[in-house]
């Protein structure tokens, strides 16, 4: 880089100073990429300017040891296997700090050994991830991809067409559960978020036979294995939550268990889990055709106030969903806005706590019910539309198409 500003484009795309090893190398690239940032020229004379101003050397030896350094190099013309060499050093030691941290872990009798593996896979993984090349493209290359995929697309639609919902005017609408979506579910408690998003995530199951991980920060396993039952089977869930069930329900309920048995749904109950101990879990799960959380304000962050808490952690999940290349379906609560206005339908505007959950999600689908206020003091509800099991998805936001509303019925 001292000796051929060509090669700065090339270098400064793949290395980071962290990347160097010695303490002194780190300060001289951080200051060549200073002088690169502001569009400086970048040379011996450039640089030790920059130095000396940021107290790193002194004149004299600042000099000696840029030229010692340039004079080590014996072509320019290398630059490239250069910078893979740096990275690899870099990732080898990375890994044996890693090493280290998982060995100090598992070490100390009081860490719980699933944490121990939590952690020891998300550090291995941090380290992958950094191997990622998302460079610039040039919009050619993008552009041949694109019809490649079009062509493909052409001869098998259904290969590369969004995984269905089970819903068909939701999936006309929305085009299905795309990859690396993130689809926020909102609605005011007891709108019957989770049992929506149960639906799907069985039929995703049973009707696709994809891989579906369910996240519940709320209920345990067996509270959501009773509502599955309780949706397959068409038995009321108080009665099974009672346990008095006649010879009919019985029967109604050995066979949707039976229909249900090789499910590939997998449910994970912790309720202090963070995105990167899902994506860890997912990691090793392997192949998964959607990821259901449940739900958004029940995750906890270190952000200095909850609506940055929030920010984070919707940035982390739409992260997670690109880089699993996976649809993720997170469900959120809603402020008490739209209890104040007659109509009663959720906005856009009613999400809790934070508009990055606008931002972050491909898709908004938020659920409406009349028969949720029916009966309530001072509230006017259409008494035709406050019908029992009737329900309203309104499609706030849609990346992909069209919004709406549709109507379901459970």
């Known amino acids: 880089m001292l000796l051929d500003s060509d090669c700065l484009s090339t270098v400064m795309e793949g290395l980071r100073p962290e990347f160097f090893f010695s303490e002194h190398h780190r300060e001289i690239y951080s200051a060549i990429h200073r002088l690169f940032r502001s569009g400086q020229p970048v040379d011996v004379v450039t640089v030790l300017g920059e130095l000396i101003s940021s107290g790193t050397f002194t004149e004299d030896a600042g000099k000696r040891y840029l030229i010692s350094l340039a004079e080590a190099v014996p072509t320019t013309s290398h630059a490239t296997a250069y910078v893979r060499l740096i990275k ?19 070490s100390d009798e009081t860490n719980d050994s699933t944490v121990v593996l939590d ?21 050619r290359e993008v552009m041949s991809a694109a019809l490649d995929k079009l062509m493909l697309m052409e001869e098998d639609s259904e290969q590369f067409a969004g995984t269905p919902t089970g819903i068909s005017t939701l999936d006309s609408t929305i085009s299905g559960l795309n990859k690396s979506d993130l689809i926020i579910i909102a609605a005011r408690p007891g709108m019957g978020k989770t049992s929506f998003a149960l639906n799907i995530a069985r039929n995703v199951a049973v009707n696709s036979k994809r891989k579906v991980a369910f996240f519940s920060l709320e209920m345990s396993r067996e509270q959501l294995a009773l509502r599955i039952l309780s949706s397959e089977s068409g038995v009321e869930g108080k009665r099974l939550r009672e346990g008095r069930l006649s010879r009919e329900e019985w029967t109604a309920i050995a066979d949707a268990a039976a229909r249900l048995h090789g499910a590939p749904i997998f449910i994970d109950e912790h309720s202090d889990i963070t995105v990167t101990e899902m994506k860890a879990k997912l990691r090793r799960l392997g192949d998964v055709g959607l990821v259901v959380i449940d739900y958004l ?25 690109k880089e699993l290349d996976v649809p993720v379906i997170c469900l959120s609560q809603l402020n008490r806005m739209a209890e104040g206005r007659k109509e009663h339908l959720p906005m856009l505007s009613d999400l809790r706590d934070s508009g990055s959950i606008e931002q972050d999600a491909d898709i908004v689908l938020m659920l409406y019910r009349d028969d949720y206020y029916a009966g309530k003091d001072g509230q006017d509800v259409d008494p035709e539309k406050a019908v029992k099991g009737r329900a309203i998805c309104i499609v706030a936001k849609n990346r992909h198409g069209e919004t709406g509303n549709i109507e379901l019925h459970w």
């Open 88 to 106: 690899e050093k870099y990732e080898r030691r990375a890994l044996i700090q890693a090493a280290h941290a998982i060995a100090g872990d598992a």
């Open 119 to 139: 952690r020891a896979e998300q550090r291995i993984y941090e380290i992958a991830n950094q191997r990622a090349e998302n460079g610039l493209l040039p919009l």
């Open 297 to 321: 304000q029940l995750m906890g962050g270190k952000a200095q106030n909850r609506v940055q808490e929030i920010q984070e952690i919707t940035r982390a999940m739409k992260i997670m969903a």
